[in-house]
């Protein structure tokens, strides 16, 4: 079940510059898509929901958490899918960067190899197990990456412009693993409209302001017509 992510009067400065300016909203949507042009705030805004960010005024909620006092704690419910997985992998190889993942998390030993082998099933990489990760193809990387959030078990994903650097085919194998039941909840930031169609919710940001959310066809269309 989704969770509840609320912002009261967060902003975010870097240096003498607004990345996010007053932005207050309550969010339960199961699939929720963030939109707006290069540089409006949408990475920082989710990159705060698991304190790759902290606010410099307001606050935020995640599921109950502040990620300002307890960063370590909404991480554990809160995994994160960038663009370039280059950027989350962390172990040799492919079954270590998957079961590093657990590590912390209290999962017996014994479960890890099993639970392991099961997610790499799951992504298709069984075959790939022993492989040097950073051998991989850009699409394995990142199916990599989200089965190495995946197989925490998160409340929550963010993923953020997850299928920029795939193919068609890889880019519907991430669509289709974080659009599944699996993900209970989901923020996406993307430039795919279509993709962002998909969502329940869309907010649109602008100049670090969150211009306006709600009904994803409504959104989309009156943010495609101001830059048709
Ligand atoms: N770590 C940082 N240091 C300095 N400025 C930053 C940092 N992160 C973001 N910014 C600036 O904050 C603003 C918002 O950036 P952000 O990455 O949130 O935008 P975005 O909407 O995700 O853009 P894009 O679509 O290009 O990814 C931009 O002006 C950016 O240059």
Known sequence: ??????????????????????????????????????????????????????????????????????????????????????????????????????????????????????????????ALADAPAHELSGGQKQLLALCAVLITRPDLVIADEPTALLDARNRRLIIDHLFSERVPQLVLVTHDLDLAARCDVVLRFEDGRLLEHGDPAEIITRYSEAYA
């Open 1 to 126: 079940m989704a969770g509840t992510i609320t912002f009261d009067r967060v902003g975010v400065r870097f240096g003498d510059h607004d990345a996010l300016r007053d932005v207050t909203i309550t969010l339960t949507q199961a699939r929720i898509g963030i939109i707006g042009l290069n540089g409006s705030g949408k990475s920082t805004f989710a990159r705060m929901l698991n304190a790759l960010v902290l606010p410099g005024a307001g606050e935020v909620r995640v599921h109950g958490i502040n990620p300002s006092a307890e960063a370590a704690r909404v991480r554990q419910i809160a995994g994160f899918v960038f663009a370039n997985p280059d950027a989350q992998i962390i172990m040799p190889t492919v079954a270590e960067d998957v079961a590093f993942s657990l590590r912390g998390r209290g999962v017996p030993k014994a479960e890890i190899a099993a639970r392991v082998a099961a997610e790499l099933e799951v992504f298709g990489l069984s």
